[in-house]
């Protein structure tokens, strides 16, 4: 079984690596920190004698070989990237659990007849260069790699650019990496493990995402000579939209959920009134027809509610990943390998994306969640307890074990 | 009289210090455009054979000495800092019109019993240092200098930092300089005198205008998972915030101004509820009653708005400037001139702040408007007419040519 302590160090260690005043880590993809962790984890894989690949997204592979040259590998993964606001376990843990689990499967002895792999996958959050989800998006083809590479972050860094400076451009292209199947481990993100008092999550699929940037455009002016009927408010009119947006959203039932997370004002001065607003929108359901019904709903009432102000509004989505359903095998050795491990367990969909769920159209897929505090994530609060931690790295090895024999 | 084509052609080049796309200019205070337009100025003032002073805040006074050299100078003046998305006149007009004012008296041969001086304030706008007419402030004790030195610019810059940094930190301590009487021309920035047909505005006075900084407290959460009643979203309760103070703004009446120009959000992420507003609240009123109700209206129904969203609200008065009333006789003088000049005059009241408000506190203050156009100001499209432009510079030099006969 799993290495507790080790896995428990390896979590503690690497949260130096953009470690944060509130206990929390601030390592946005493809920066500095990034690539301490990264380099961090491709010395752990020499010492554990695997073979390390980095392909052109920056995406760390660790290979382990198997008895049968022949078959492609069984793939384990998550991300080391974090929000700005990140926690200690968002994508960290999947990575070092998966980590822990070549350890134990080199330690045993036990030889599996498959090659067993762990991924790192780049930018999976999306908070630097949107959207999330980026490079198993083009592993597995649903945005091209150069589309990828020209996205830039707020100071107009590409990614092609940022994945040059840190020196993580791998010489294999972007999904030529056979995978027999995937198995993504990570922290619910939620509330319903915790409340249920459920150890193990066997995840069903992914909700459906949609992304969007919004602008509005108005007329600056001076904030103590025009009158209120003269102005076209571009921040009052966002303001009037976001509202809107929200009750909308909770129309649709309390699956529904919409955030503003980003905006910006132009030209930012305590006596303009605002000519320019960006924001960004995030708007998510379980169902693909509902969140499609949303997306026209706000649409139209937005143009509406900006008209009204005298602003002009655009609604750019920028990114649609539709609802994913996970491999009903896949799961059922998730649910079983909770049982076999004496952990409760029950289905669950995610709410947060995962690579898992591009992952999901390409191979048989699964995921395995464990509890965190409070569903509190994205928040330098996150936590999860060390007894989970363990259970839920133990059922990764031991579904592992279960698609080797499958 | 005013050498008109001369005045336009001032204008005209000095629209390049800073000047966009959009034919507007982006001058911020003590950057290295502000730089270029002081020296420029320095070197008009050494061709017309003025003697040129810079203060410790930076203020530039140009001075023509008079017969008498008993009496304290008269003053004209006004500022060449823009707003980021400023025009080519607001407050550069009334230090070019004082330019060729002091070149029409050195022309003609006329000689003043006072002395004379042109003085270009720093930073009157603001938006890179708050508050607004920050060094007509300290020259006038409203503010102390290690206060105004000590002032941060969104980059974490110092007031005293950036005034080193250009070079412009002068010898003589700011508020040693004696003034007789201060003058100062400006554009309207306002709708009136353009909707009545009339040239010039005899300015009677300042409405009063508060400054806030506003910060909102909720909590960071993952956009995906975290469901509508469990999340403190700072930015949906900005944007409720932001409404309610708009109501509460028009229920106290038309001459009511309450605009939110700036707005950060923490941690600007598209998948993360936004845990941290900070916002700016500019409020005025041409009653200092009437703004101070309208204030503690707003610090109530904020904080409850707020808490209604699970978000704390603090709100910070970071400047107050009160309504200031002229001098009647310096009023009245520039009427004089106005009737003198064979121009349409009306008294009005100031939206905007002007350096003359604070000046008004220690010596006799008037100001003279211009229509522009759409009485749209902070704005690159800001417009004056050529024959207002020369009209309203003549209007000046005959206003202190009247103080001086005083
Ligand atoms: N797991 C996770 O937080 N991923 C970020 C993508 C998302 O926004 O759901
Ligand atoms: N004249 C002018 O626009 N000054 C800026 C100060 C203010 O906000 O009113």
């Given at each position: 079984g799993i290495d507790g302590p080790s896995l428990l160090a390896?979590?503690?260690?690497?949260?130096?690596?953009?470690?944060?005043?509130?206990?929390?880590?601030?390592?946005?993809?493809?920066?500095?920190?990034?690539?301490?962790?990264?380099?961090?984890?491709?010395?752990?894989?020499?010492?554990?004698?695997?073979?390390?690949?980095?392909?052109s997204m920056g995406n760390q592979f660790i290979h382990l070989s198997g008895s049968d040259p022949a078959l492609p590998p069984l793939v384990m993964g998550s991300h080391l990237d974090?929000?700005?606001?990140?926690?200690?376990?968002?994508?960290?843990?999947?990575?070092?659990?998966?980590?822990?689990?070549?350890?134990?499967?080199?330690?045993?002895?036990?030889?599996?007849?498959?090659?067993?792999?762990?991924?790192?996958?780049?930018n999976e959050e999306g908070s630097r260069f949107a959207p999330a989800m980026m490079s198993s998006g083009v592993f597995t083809g649903a945005f091209t790699q150069a589309q990828a590479y020209g996205t830039q972050d707020a100071r107009g860094t590409t990614f092609g650019q940022a994945l040059e400076e840190i020196g993580y451009r791998g010489a294999e292209p972007c999904g030529q990496h056979p995978v027999r199947a995937y198995f993504e481990l990570h922290i619910e993100q939620g509330p319903i493990l915790e409340k249920e008092g459920i150890t193990i999550g066997a995840v069903t699929g992914v909700q459906a995402i949609r992304w969007f940037d919004l602008r509005l455009s108005g007329q600056e002016a001076h904030a103590g000579t025009t009158p209120r009927a003269m102005r076209r408010d571009a921040l009052l009119a966002a303001a009037h939209v976001m509202i809107m947006i929200d009750e909308i959203a909770q129309s649709y039932g309390a699956d529904t959920r919409a955030t503003v997370g980003v905006i910006q004002?132009?030209?930012?001065?305590?006596?303009?009134?605002?000519?320019?607003?960006e924001m960004s929108l995030d708007l998510r359901h379980p169902d693909d027809d509902v969140l499609a019904a949303v997306e026209e709903r706000i649409r139209m009432e937005a143009t509406r509610q900006a008209e009204q102000q005298g602003v002009t509004l655009s609604m750019k989505r920028i990114w649609d990943s539709p609802a994913v359903h996970f491999d009903p095998d896949c799961v059922e050795m998730?649910?079983?390998?909770?049982?076999?491990?004496?952990?409760?367990?029950?289905?669950?969909?995610?709410?947060?994306?995962?690579?898992?769920?591009y992952m999901g159209h390409i191979c048989p897929t699964a995921m395995i969640f464990i509890p965190c505090r409070d569903g509190l994530s994205h928040n330098e609060a996150e936590?999860?307890?060390?007894?989970?931690?363990?259970?839920?790295?133990n059922v990764l090895l031991h579904a592992i074990m279960a698609a080797d024999a499958h």
């Open positions: 390896d979590i503690a260690e690497t949260a130096a690596f953009g470690g944060t005043a509130k206990g929390g880590i601030c390592r946005l993809t493809l920066g500095a920190e990034d690539r301490q962790v990264r380099d961090w984890l491709g010395t752990q894989a020499a010492a554990l004698g695997g073979v390390l690949t980095v392909d974090t929000q700005p606001t990140g926690g200690k376990y968002d994508g960290i843990y999947g990575v070092l659990a998966g980590l822990s689990a070549l350890r134990a499967l080199q330690r045993s002895g036990y030889r599996m007849r498959h090659p067993v792999e762990l991924v790192n996958w780049t004002v132009q030209p930012g001065s305590t006596n303009v009134v605002p000519g320019e607003v998730v649910r079983r390998a909770a049982s076999l491990m004496g952990q409760s367990c029950r289905d669950i969909v995610s709410g947060a994306g995962h690579d898992a769920a936590h999860a307890e060390a007894g989970d931690i363990v259970a839920g790295a």
